[in-house]
């Protein structure tokens, strides 16, 4: 068998799968149909940023770049569906999760984890992100319901499961098409409807580890959840517990027995949407940090680093050419 192997690629003229990729000390099979497949999705979200010009917000959310990315204790509030189009994504402290383009990862909503955003032989990595709020995953309580308690269904052997991975098929690629095309005129009232139908056809499409990927939100989830309403805005313990409905003493013990406490879920929340920002926009960095409520540049830039391993300056470059 002829195998031409360049730069860590090997073409294969005998099989379907042409390109065989290597990332670290694993081989990666990538179809020239999926090729082309992610290059439509890729068109179609980058046509609706261009045609929205900032003006609205989308339910989904494009990460790109050029240059390789490494961030380290990424936040995951919310239930998280990455789908990646073009090159290589990699989780974990030891990049045991491997996300090619073509497929999807689904995160459950968990604290933070490390993350590695490879770009493919064309120099870009593109995906997808689309998160999910707690209540999208009600429809499924009603199938949980009519099971018989007797039964192992897959979604009940892999609950408790942190993510599922799973091909980008022609259904899940024509769906997102729709849903990115949708999105552009569709008022935000109306998104919940149309991530429930994702949800549902992963389901139906065999991922029933959907219906149980998502946890029920901590007090910790809450407060991100509050304090992501105002990001900016000058939190303390006492208007956040008024926020709650209970006392600051109750709030506190609570954190405390979730291993958290207030001042770490602010930093972790701003931080995350400035991170979210420093990825998906070309503001500024000083705009960034004001929009997050820091007033240094030079402290953000501080924390920014502390928490994600890397500076905004520094991350924003990886999606620049020289």
Known sequence: MLLFLTNNIIRHPMTSYVTIRRVGWQWLFIKPTA?????????????????????????????????????????????????????????????????????????????????????????????????????????????????????????????????????????????????????????????????QELLQLLYQSGHEEVSNIAEHPSLSHQLHNIISDDISGDWGVDRLAAKLAISESTLRRKLIAEGNNILDIMNRTKLGHALHLVQTTMEPIGRIADRCGYQSQSRFTNKFKQQFGITPTELRKTRMHD
């Open 35 to 195: 090729k082309r497949t992610m290059h439509d999705l890729i068109e179609s979200a980058k046509t609706t940023l261009n045609d929205i010009q900032g003006k609205k917000q989308l339910p989904f959310s494009v990460y790109s770049s050029i240059k390789e990315q490494r961030i380290l204790n990424a936040p995951i509030t919310k239930p998280l569906l990455i789908l990646v189009l073009a090159g290589v994504k990699q989780l974990g402290k030891d990049n045991e999760i491997v996300c090619s383009s073509g497929t999807f990862l689904f995160l459950s909503n968990s604290p933070t984890i490390d993350m590695r955003n490879i770009p493919d032989d064309n120099d870009e990595y593109c995906a997808i992100l689309i998160d999910f709020e707690y209540s999208d995953f009600n429809q499924f309580k009603q199938l949980d319901q009519l099971s018989q308690p007797a039964q192992s269904t897959p979604a009940r052997r892999n609950q408790g499961n942190k993510f599922f991975q799973g091909e980008i098929d022609m259904l899940l690629k024509k769906t997102l098409q729709q849903y990115i095309e949708w999105s552009a005129f569709a008022p935000p009232a109306a998104w919940h409807f149309r991530k």
